[in-house]
């Protein structure tokens, strides 16, 4: 009599491990996408000027985003009913706060640039307190209110206050943080039933052709005279922080849940410290990476879960 052939007992374990493993590859890959995004857009604006720099970025990948669309047999155009809301993505999500972003790296450190954007998630916090109703908890405006004391004690090191184009590279970086902020909370309220290709797709294609043709009218810049490693840059923007780090956080959406997936934003300005401090020759003194911690550390006390019960 034929004996049944059982599964090893040890093929699931081993399966579970193998999809942990690739998980945490992933994550690791989309923070340091991230992380070194601004680095990336701190090389293209040495020869590049801010708006037609992102204006490339935007039209590099738009290719890329629309045959994944295609692909995938995404809706390109949002639902009629939506199409207000197309054009706030466009303008507050990618055009306005990209610009801002660039022309912040123009005056500002790649470091202190990721670290300024990863205010993020607490513009959130505030804008769903004011717009969606959502009750803001004791240790969330305990972790505020750490993260913007550490974040004054940053920019009070780091001199910027005596610098008047550093003074604005901050209010430029900050106000980026604060539009994206506005965006996320606006979609919760407005955008659900959009699909994040469909939401990525035009508002990118649109905003680069935008960007790009008020730079070439405003800025005049003169192409011949951009470097390669500008040009490198905005390929690598183009087509890996901005299709790649999309495509892993998009795989990473379905795998893991979004209060750890937030976690992104407190890790990846670590890779941009360190990393930009390594490209631009500069010492992350003690105090930096002291006030950093303190910093990153109390926005992640914002993301913690509330204790149910």
Same mark, same amino acid.
């Given at each position: ?7 090893? $007992?040890? @093929? ?16 690791? %890959? ?8 601004? @680095? ?18 935007? =039209? ?14 995404? $809706?390109?155009?949002?639902?009629? &009913? ?18 801002? =972003? ?7 450190? +790649? ?5 300024? *954007? ?6 959130? =916090? ?13 240790? &969330? ?9 550490? =974040?004054?004690? %940053? ?6 206050? /005596?610098?008047? !184009?550093?003074? /604005? ?7 980026? !943080? %604060?539009?994206? !902020? @506005?965006?996320?909370? #606006?979609?919760?309220? &407005?955008?659900?039933? #959009? ?25 005049? $810049? ?5 470097? &390669? ?17 999309? #495509?892993?956080?998009?795989? /990473?959406?379905?795998?893991?849940? $979004? #209060? %750890?997936? +937030?976690?992104?934003?407190?890790? *990846? ?22 006030? +950093?911690?303190? @910093? ?14």
């Amino acid at each position: 009599m034929p004996t049944a052939i059982t599964a090893h $007992p040890a @093929l699931p374990a081993r399966k579970a491990w193998l999809a942990k493993l690739v998980t945490s590859v992933l994550f690791l %890959i989309v923070c340091l996408s991230w992380g070194t995004t601004w @680095l990336g857009i701190k090389i293209a604006v040495e020869s590049v000027p801010p708006l037609t720099s992102a204006g490339l970025r935007f =039209l590099i990948a738009f290719p890329l985003f629309l045959g994944f669309a295609l692909w995938r047999r995404e $809706p390109l155009l949002f639902p009629r &009913q939506s199409r207000w809301f197309f054009v706030f993505v466009t303008l507050s999500y990618f055009s306005v706060p990209y610009y801002l =972003l660039n022309y912040g790296e123009m005056h500002v450190s +790649s470091g202190l640039t990721a670290l300024l *954007f990863s205010c993020m998630p607490v513009f959130i =916090l505030i804008f769903s307190a004011l717009f969606l109703g959502e009750r803001i908890r004791g240790a &969330q405006v305990l972790g505020i209110g750490i993260g913007f004391a550490s =974040l004054f004690m %940053i920019l009070r090191s780091q001199g910027l206050s /005596l610098d008047h !184009a550093e003074f /604005l590279g901050v209010v430029a970086i900050l106000t980026a !943080a %604060i539009l994206h !902020a @506005l965006c996320y909370v #606006i979609t919760k309220k &407005q955008g659900t039933a #959009i699909g994040v290709i469909t939401y990525n797709t035009l508002p990118i294609g649109i905003a680069g052709l935008m960007l790009f043709v008020a730079g070439c009218f405003l800025e005049a $810049p003169a192409f011949g005279a951009i470097s &390669q490693r500008s040009w490198a840059a905005l390929l690598y923007l183009g087509l890996v922080a901005s299709v790649g780090g999309f #495509i892993v956080y998009f795989i /990473l959406l379905k795998r893991l849940s $979004p #209060i %750890i997936l +937030s976690f992104v934003f407190i890790i *990846f300005p670590v890779f941009a410290v360190v990393i930009g401090a390594w490209y631009e020759g500069q010492v992350v003194s003690r105090e930096l990476m002291l006030y +950093s911690a303190i @910093l990153l550390a109390g926005f992640a006390i914002t993301k913690l879960p509330a204790r149910q019960g």
